[in-house]
């Protein structure tokens, strides 16, 4: 079945770059999403990519996608401490196109 | 995007009862969808709520126990049935934009304790 996998933990230093990586299983995904999820709170689409493109940039935020690989990324310039939270990898597409398959999230802490 | 509230924002419940949970829209939007997020968990999509027509249900997931109504395009409910205390969760509902079903937005959630 779809699988969505995700790092569970990543630690930047103020001012760095976090870079935060996810892999998929399924190959006719059509969307791929990262949503952010501060504590106590819903979740915040942040951006997303369509399957055919390989790269997208939304001011601090550039996603990258390897679809051979099956390999998301996520890259936050110049990362601040209001950027801590949990980082959700998620995709649609396939049988279900608007079903989203969410993966375990990555917590995000950043060190001032 | 649109604007998703939901209510109540929390409750804490006792085994055996019921609670319903309100997702309100300030838009018209076909699609909406429940999740279920479990403590420390990422997300799983209980259904699908369609205006006009029965909830699809995900595999795991019961009418019995998870009713959803659809009134109209604004507006959904969910209801947990019977609760148990491993129903503990945050309930997340999303909307699909009219204007493009690629961007799904959610709602704040609910996060529901069962003693």
């Known amino acids: 079945g779809e699988d969505v996998e995700q790092s569970l933990f990543l630690s930047v230093r103020e001012g760095d770059s976090s870079v935060i990586n996810c892999t998929y299983t399924?190959?006719?995904?059509?969307?791929l999403y990262w949503y952010k999820q501060e504590p106590g709170a819903g979740l915040q689409l942040l951006t997303y990519?369509?399957?055919?493109?390989d790269m997208k940039q939304d001011q601090r935020l550039t996603v990258l996608l390897n679809k051979k690989d099956k390999h998301l990324s996520l890259r936050i310039a110049d990362t601040q401490t209001g950027d801590s939270a949990i980082y959700f990898c998620?995709?649609?597409?396939?049988?279900?196109?608007?079903?989203?398959?969410f993966g375990s999230g990555t917590r995000l802490l950043v060190r001032p | 995007s649109a604007v998703i509230s939901q209510k109540p924002s929390r409750d804490i419940c006792q085994r055996g009862t019921s609670l319903t949970i309100q997702c309100q829209v300030d838009?018209?939007?076909?699609?909406m969808f429940w999740y279920r997020q479990q403590p420390g968990q990422s997300l799983t999509l209980i259904a699908t709520?369609?205006?006009?027509?029965?909830?699809?249900?995900e595999s795991g997931f019961v009418i019995d126990k998870f009713p959803i109504s659809r009134p109209n395009l604004t507006f959904s409910t969910l209801t947990v049935s019977n609760m148990s205390p491993e129903d503990s969760s945050i309930y997340l509902c999303?909307?699909?934009?009219?204007?493009?079903?690629?961007?799904?937005?959610f709602g704040p959630g609910t996060r529901l304790t069962v003693l």
């Open positions: 999303s909307v699909a934009e009219p204007m493009g079903y690629n961007e799904q937005f």
């Open positions: 399924d190959s006719s995904s059509t969307y």
């Open positions: 990519i369509f399957s055919n493109m």
């Open positions: 998620a995709e649609s597409g396939g049988d279900s196109s608007y079903k989203l398959i």
């Open positions: 838009s018209q939007v076909t699609m």
């Open positions: 709520a369609n205006q006009g027509s029965e909830a699809t249900y």
